[in-house]
């Protein structure tokens, strides 16, 4: 059987991937089969046929190109093979050995030579008129000619001179050379190309005709020159070269100063906040509507001295880098912060191109990550005269695509440049964290007509990243679009070295152990890890004399497999040699159970603890339970002084503020050790008069009680004293206490406005020293009065509870507080006073307050008061009952268990008339409710109630008190409060349920001609009402008193009603 046509067509749309492989068998001389294969892409395929028997040719050709036209009709692409749509194979591009393709450059450029004569004309004014003239005056034609060297097989020679200088074609460089010389009329990438290429090889002898190229170029392109120029120089004039540039290159300060201090972290944190501000400037010119043009100018100025400082810095640095290993160093760790925006691309390209001629391949690496990390979208917009403007975005694209290729061709030509180009770019990502996570993006799939998800993974933006480590894989594609890679099977998880050139890191599997140690990535490590895999014999002697510095880079592994790998191995090492430097790697490892070995041996070996700066590590570096675990033990180690001068140097050098965990440690040693600390240290920690954070946590451990046998020195104090600040007066109170007990009470005054201030290292202290004093019952006296007078004010809820825990402490000197003081005290507005009245009142007993007193303190909002109050009326109901009606204040209370109380306690009592009044004038349901079941079981004065309740706002009264009349006045009672009802039917919008049952009570009585006379009084004097429910009643009651007695004087006149007939 062989195979006489193929086609592989691939479908991509969506998530959906697929290809579909179409095959001409020929069976035998004349009988042809037609197979196929489908399935999704990187998957085992399924095989299909159309032709279940054998069939001629004719009807093959027919039935092939019928089934590969019917998939190419739904969108399936032909990528290799026959293509029955254009009958023809289609060609794929032959790719040339290194050697061969450098022999075809080399017989192009011999090619080169031929010249073409090119006319260019223009329409311009006769005679040279301008303005309005040029306009109506007549029009001539200027026609210019020029020389330009022809195409080479259709390649444009400026193309082939800069691929011969990529290349460093030594043969080349002469035939470069005599092309520039030749006299034609070039564009400005010829030249660029010509400089750009003899600046590669490095020759002193062509800086004459570098040096001449550079008036051919335009202002933007003749940095080339420089750098050509720069490359070409030889070593002495290289050192002569540094200290001019050294001379002229000043970088602004203070990275200057950052620069000569070899300062590396100041220049970053320097230059991320120059980011940072330079992106907000951006993004508020971006934000601003292109209609308001003023806005758009006014930001842009605010923009650009950003812009042009960012600028500066990087060329400088860069351009310093080339003669200084450390700000080589420098510029790399900066790119990470290079604003990239619309108005500095041109730097970010001006850089890109400078590292390639320079083969920088650590700073290209670094450049583009940079670049990979932005997100932006290829757009264009049009100016106002509507030439195309391409977005910032399309810039990006263009160097992802760019890199893409420089990656392909040094696969191809410089295997070595491969790996170390790979290498740096597999470790730039380092520095990243979010902006290459994984994510899911949403898409309308018109063929289901409903939304869909596609699924990105971690780094699928950053294209020649994922070319170096999956470019060889089944599991990923890069998109059509060449703007991210996308899962193409998701069925494959765990390819085996997918990577791209495999073999190439075959041969440099060291290469791949240096990765794997200085990689932070999970995905670089893995990789790295399975090349050496496969590769034992080349990396084994390597491992058997390893350096310690890579120990604990590679028990730190982010990969578990490589960490457990080299915890083996690393573990039989320490076992045979007992090398402290693998015990140390193992402590500092991120396995928690590499750790837990690591402890187990320290517990063996406590020695290991006073080893220079262990302490200091394992505080920077443990986790919290590993640390104070190993802390704990500090106790036991011989040598504590070495780890106390240890822990003092560490927080002298330390940039503060400290990280939470790393202070936590610092103070739980000096905790611990403190009886080992010196005043020397203490003034060592002090030094310097400007007030630092580091004066601040010094000042937390010397209030330490550990260290409360020194005796600090006079100047010490008065310094701290000096010092403004909350920690640091803490620290002086602290020193106060250590005072003579008759000298603290000469100051009580002020250590008790320091209980009260606001900070609660301050109050704490104050507190601390006050206990102790207070334990003395004449000082503890003298405090609390102190206290108490400073209570009446509002205070912070922290203070209030910092002072009511230093009163609760002061038990033996409540008396100090007269009751009257007290109970100033306990009816206070102020939350604080009261709170500490309760906690003295209990050193007092009822006879110390009245009565009276003692129904306010059962009405106060603290429980406690209300209590002792309740207990003050249980115990003494004489009292009570002498002090009544005074004492039944106690039900006017908002609190319900008073109420409770009052109406439990009062049940049993005998009281007045007016005794009752004062309870059932009350506005609470349940006092009321008490008023009434006494009133009903009681013989009380009826019209003493009636008027003195007959105003009580509540209707339940009001009916109540109604309810007494109705029941129990006779006629002779009635007529004896005529003056009562005369006030009761004055009241206005008041007492309607009163009123109006008192008129129609009247009413029933009106048979009584006193009854009848004195109605007609108080409806003499009331009809006038407004209030027309009750001017009827008046109306009524006075027609019948006009009807029934005439003798009775009435404001009233009844007419007969006129009687109308019916017409």
């Not at 934000?287 to 060329?315: C, H, S, T």
């Not at 391949?361 to 100016?383: F, G, M, N, R, W």
């Not at 406590?606 to 033990?633: Q, R």
Request: overall charge neutral; glycine content about 2%.
């Amino acid at each position: 059987m062989k195979t006489i046509k193929k086609t592989l067509l691939h479908y991509q749309k969506g998530t959906s991937n697929k290809v579909y492989n179409v095959y001409l068998i020929q069976v035998n001389g004349s009988e042809y089969l037609v197979n196929f294969e489908y399935g999704r892409y990187g998957s085992t395929l399924r095989e299909g046929t159309k032709t279940s028997s054998p069939v001629g040719l004719e009807r093959a050709e027919k039935l092939f190109d019928s089934l590969v036209v019917s998939k190419m009709n739904k969108e399936y692409v032909v990528k290799e093979g026959y293509d029955s749509t254009k009958k023809e194979e289609k060609s794929l591009r032959k790719v040339l050995s290194s050697e061969a393709y450098q022999q075809l450059l080399i017989a192009r450029l011999k090619k080169v030579g031929e010249v073409e004569r090119i006319e260019h004309s223009r329409t311009q004014a006769n005679k040279g008129a301008t303005g309005f003239r040029a306009l109506h005056s007549a029009r001539e034609t200027v026609v210019t000619v020029t020389n330009h060297l022809k195409k080479v097989d259709n390649y444009q020679v400026s193309r082939l001179i800069y691929k011969a200088g990529q290349l460093k074609i030594e043969e080349a460089k002469e035939l470069i050379v005599n092309i520039y010389k030749m006299q034609t009329d070039e564009e400005n990438a010829f030249y660029y190309s010509v400089a750009w290429a003899l600046g590669r090889y490095k020759d002193p002898s062509l800086q004459p005709i570098i040096e001449s190229i550079r008036e051919k170029l335009d202002d933007t392109s003749r940095y080339v020159v420089e750098e050509a120029l720069l490359l070409s120089k030889t070593p002495s004039q290289l050192l002569q070269e540094k200290a001019e540039m050294h001379k002229l290159l000043i970088c602004p300060i203070p990275f200057k100063l950052f620069l000569q201090n070899k300062d590396l972290k100041s220049i970053i944190q320097e230059l991320a906040v120059l980011e940072e501000r330079t992106n907000s400037a951006y993004d508020t010119y971006h934000n601003i509507d292109y209609w308001y043009k003023e806005g758009k100018r006014e930001a842009k100025q605010a923009l650009m001295p950003f812009i042009e400082q960012v600028d500066e810095i990087y060329l400088k640095l860069y351009i310093l880098a080339s003669f200084n290993l450390f700000e080589h160093e420098v510029f790399v760790e900066a790119v990470r912060h290079l604003p990239i925006n619309q108005f500095n691309f041109s730097l970010f390209r001006r850089l890109y191109k400078m590292a390639e001629i320079r083969d920088d391949y650590a700073v290209l690496a670094v450049l583009i990550t940079k670049l990979e990390s932005k997100k932006a979208t290829c757009y264009t917009t049009y100016d106002d005269n509507w030439n195309p403007k391409p977005s910032v975005g399309c810039s990006l694209l263009y160097f992802k695509k760019r890199s893409l290729r420089y990656l392909e061709h040094l696969s191809l030509h410089d295997e070595q440049g491969y790996i170390l180009f790979a290498k740096s770019i597999l470790l730039s990502v380092n520095p990243y964290g979010t902006e290459f996570e994984a994510f899911t993006t949403e898409y309308y799939d018109s063929t289901d007509w409903k939304w869909k998800h596609k699924q990105y993974d971690a780094y699928c933006r950053h294209l020649t990243f994922m070319k170096i480590l999956f470019g060889n894989g089944q599991r990923y594609m890069l998109d059509p679009s060449k703007k991210m890679w996308e899962i193409a099977n998701k069925n494959i998880n765990d390819e085996v070295r997918p990577e791209l050139h495999k073999e190439l890191w075959d041969k440099n599997a060291l290469v791949a152990f240096n990765i794997l140690v200085e990689s932070r990535i999970d995905l670089v490590q893995k990789f790295a890890f399975n090349v050496l895999k496969d590769n034992p014999n080349k990396v084994e002697g390597v491992l058997l004399n390893l350096p310690p510095v890579y120990f604990e880079s590679l028990m730190q592994l982010r990969h578990s497999e490589a960490r457990t790998f080299f915890f083996s191995l690393f573990k039989e090492q320490y076992i045979k040699t007992g090398n402290e430097q693998l015990l140390k790697a193992f402590l500092f490892s991120v396995d928690e159970e590499i750790n837990l070995f690591a402890v187990q041996e320290i517990h063996k070996n406590l020695d290991f603890l006073s080893k220079e700066n262990i302490v200091v590590e394992i505080i920077e570096k443990c986790n919290e339970s590993i640390m104070k675990e190993l802390l704990g033990l500090l106790t036991q180690v011989e040598n504590k002084r070495v780890i106390i001068e240890q822990i003092v140097t560490k927080i002298v050098q330390s940039s503060f503020p400290l990280k939470k965990l790393e202070a936590v440690g610092l103070l739980f040693v000096l905790r611990y050790l403190g009886n080992y600390i010196t005043n020397e240290d203490i003034s060592r920690l002090m030094e310097g008069d400007v007030l630092t954070e580091r004066h601040l946590f010094t000042g937390r451990i010397m209030r330490f009680e550990t260290l409360a046998h020194l005796e600090y020195p006079l100047e010490l104090k008065e310094k701290i004293a000096k010092f403004d600040h909350p920690e640091m007066l803490a620290t002086t109170i602290y020193l106060l206490g250590k005072l003579e007990e008759n000298e603290l009470m000469a100051a009580h005054e002020m250590l008790v406005s320091f209980l009260f201030h606001e900070e609660k290292a301050v109050h704490k202290e104050a507190r601390s020293i006050m206990e102790n004093l207070a334990s003395n019952k004449e000082n503890g006296m003298v405090l609390l009065r102190s206290i108490v007078e400073k209570s009446f004010v509002a205070t912070p809820d922290e203070v209030a509870k910092n002072v009511t825990m230093t009163i609760k402490s002061m038990k033996k000197s409540y008396e100090a507080i007269e009751p009257d003081q007290l109970y100033r005290m306990l009816i206070a507005k102020s939350k604080l006073a009261v709170a500490l009245g309760s906690l003295i009142l209990k050193a007092y007993k009822a006879k110390d307050f009245s009565v009276v007193q003692w129904s306010r303190m059962a009405k106060n909002p603290n429980k406690t008061v209300r209590v002792w109050a309740y207990d003050a009326y249980m115990n003494n109901i004489e009292s009570v009952k002498e002090a009544m009606p005074k004492s039944l204040m106690i039900f006017d209370s908002v609190w319900e268990d008073t109420r409770v109380f009052a109406s439990g306690y009062f049940e049993s009592f005998e009281m007045s008339t007016n005794d009752i009044v004062v309870v059932a004038d009350s506005n609470y349901e349940e006092v009321q409710a008490f008023a009434k079941k006494m009133i009903m079981q009681g013989n009380y004065d009826t019209e003493v109630l009636l008027t003195k309740l007959s105003q009580h706002p509540s209707l339940t009264i009001q009916k109540f008190v109604t309810d007494l009349m109705l029941a129990e006045m006779s006629d002779e009672q009635l007529l004896k409060m005529e003056r009562f009802f005369n006030s009761l039917l004055h009241s206005v919008n008041q007492n309607r349920v009163a009123k109006t049952r008192v008129m129609m009570l009247l009413k029933t009585r009106l048979e009584n001609l006193e009854i009848a006379q004195m109605v007609g009084r108080l409806a003499s004097h009331h009809s006038a009402t407004m209030v027309w429910s009750d001017k009827e009643l008046y109306v009524e009651m006075m027609t019948y008193l006009a009807q029934n007695h005439s003798d009775i004087d009435l404001p009233l006149n009844v007419l007969e009603a006129e009687k109308r007939e019916v017409v």
